[in-house]
Structures are given as C-alpha cells and as structure tokens.
C-alpha cells in the first residue's frame, strides 16, 4: 500500500456541486498540505496542518476548505465547484521534526469541473 | 518572502548529452532547497535536497545540483540522459525545517533519440 494515499484519482463533478478529495498517509507524520497543479503554473499550496488542531491557509485557499480528521487523514472540500478548479490536487506529508527532509506525495486527484 | 525561479519551462536534450536544468532562488537567509521528479501520471518523488551541510548534492538516478549562495542558483544536472528521464522537474525552497517548501513552476525535460 502506498504511504499516502488519494482517493479518488479521478473525478468529474458539475459546477456548484460539492465535492471531497480525501487522503491519508500511514507515514505517522504529523504535518500534512494540499496542493494544487496547473500546467505552467507549478504546485500552489491550498491549505496546510501541522496537527490535528492547526489548520492554515495557503497562498489560494479560496474556495476551499479542509478538514483535519485525524493525524493520519486530511480532507479538501470544494463547498460549490467551479471549472477553473479543474487541476491535479496533490496531498503531501512532513515529519515535524525533519521537514527539511522534503515532503512525501501521494498520487494525485485529476478533477475536472464541468 | 522566498520564491524559486527555474529558467526554461521545456528543454530537450539527446540521449546521452548533460543535462541542466536551472534553478535560481530568493531568500533572506540560508534556504532549504529541493530538486523534485514528477513522472507521468504520478506524484512528485524527491530527487535531491540541500539542507546546509555539502555543496555538491548527489541524488538518485545520477543527478546531482550543486549550491552556489553567490549566484543564489541550484542548478540540477547529470552527465548523460536516459529516455527515462523525460518528466517534469520542480525546484523547491524552504526557509527553514519547519516553514513550508515553495516549488516552482517546473521545467518538462524531453529526451531526443
């Protein structure tokens, strides 16, 4: 199994549906992102947690909310999707104590919003 | 605030030529720097990093990026190309080990036969 892990990997969903991207890890780390892709744009962070009580935005969290369940599981809500949410959202993990050892990705969510 | 520039958002190369793939970073004080594989339709798979210790960083695959703080560049490179090294690179900073990596925009490396 994977250390961190997306679901689903694909989704098409009308625009003002709501819609949730999940992901978990079994890496143990504390710290979890979402991210979000776009050609030519590289990744742009949504949101961040560094536990299970802290929650952070990110540099376009617009639109977006998380939730952070528990240390192992962080979700993305889009309350009312729109087209120009159409991306690849990446969840990446960190181990507090050695963030400077890079992240760890999952797989990725390719969502399109129709 | 920190940012990372990587020149050229495509650059091909023949199979067995150098590759290098540029990078040039902004920050106030001495980064975390990071050097990020993204093969199709998978996630982003580290390929290197830089955390204040030796210059010359060598990574998996037989890459490797050296730290120039004088030209604030972080620039990826490997003797000789492989087909499978066509992917997207992402060249990442951090402030500190518990700041948040900024990536850049990413550079598409096409490998020619």
């Known amino acids: 199994d994977a250390d961190v892990t997306q679901t689903p990997r694909n989704r098409i969903t009308k625009t003002g549906k709501r819609i949730m991207l999940e992901c978990s890890q079994t890496k143990g780390h504390d710290r979890m992102y979402w991210y979000r892709q776009d050609p030519g744009l590289g990744l742009r962070l949504i949101y961040y947690s560094f536990d299970v009580k802290d929650i952070n935005k990110g540099e376009i969290s617009d639109g977006y909310s998380v939730s952070r369940q528990a240390q192992a599981k962080f979700s993305l809500s889009l309350e009312s999707a729109i087209p120009n949410q159409t991306a690849l959202y990446f969840c990446?993990?960190?181990?507090?104590?050695?963030?400077?050892?890079?992240?760890?990705f999952g797989s990725g969510t390719r969502l399109t919003v129709v | 605030a920190q940012s990372v520039t990587q020149l050229g958002s495509h650059v091909s190369v023949s199979e067995g030529a150098l590759v290098l793939l540029r990078c040039n970073y902004s920050s106030s004080v001495p980064p975390y720097l990071f050097w990020y594989v993204q093969y199709p339709n998978q996630g982003l798979q580290l390929l290197l990093k830089y955390t204040s210790a030796a210059t010359l960083v060598k990574g998996i695959n037989g890459f490797e990026a050296e730290f120039k703080k004088s030209e604030t560049s972080f620039h990826l490179t490997k003797p000789s190309a492989h087909m499978s090294d066509a992917a997207e690179y992402f060249c990442a900073v951090s402030m500190n080990r518990d700041d948040k990596i900024i990536f850049g925009k990413g550079t598409r490396l096409h490998i020619l036969p």
């Open positions: 990446a993990t960190s181990d507090a104590g050695q963030a400077n050892y890079g992240y760890t």
